[in-house]
């Protein structure tokens, strides 16, 4: 059965962070370039970050994530990272992992770039 599970997400005030983790079975990790993707309140699904299978090439959607969010991986512990530091409340929403099945791009879309997405986790970042 292939699971990915989603940890780390809470209530922070600006400024503030999180690591949020994300633990896969059921299939090889280390075989899949993954992301973090992001739903706003209200809004639909953008991926944040995205790392290759060997953790070697990072991608930031956003210029308002680069330097505050690092996307990291651990094959051997079939995890994958997502640190998020000085965090602002546009930052607020639900995050996913999930696993790439296209081309890993900046042109990824979540529509039909993904594939395996885990349940969530929610971060607020609110005073």
């Known amino acids: 059965e292939v699971r990915l599970v989603e940890s780390g997400g809470g209530l922070v005030k600006p400024g503030g962070s999180l690591r949020l983790s994300c633990v896969v079975s059921g299939f090889r990790f280390s075989d899949y370039d993954m992301t973090w993707v992001r739903q706003a309140p209200g809004k639909g699904l953008d991926w944040v970050s995205a790392i290759d299978r060997d953790g070697e090439e990072t991608y930031y959607r956003d210029s308002s994530v680069r330097g505050r969010f690092t996307i990291s991986r651990d094959n051997a512990k079939n995890t994958l990272y997502l640190q998020m530091d000085s965090l602002k409340t546009e930052d607020t929403g639900a995050y996913y992992c999930?696993?790439?099945?296209?081309?890993?791009?900046?042109?990824?879309?979540?529509?039909?770039?993904?594939?395996?997405w885990g349940q969530g986790t929610q971060v607020t970042v609110s005073s």
């Open positions: 999930a696993t790439v099945v296209g081309r890993l791009s900046y042109g990824m879309d979540p529509a039909s770039d993904f594939g395996y």
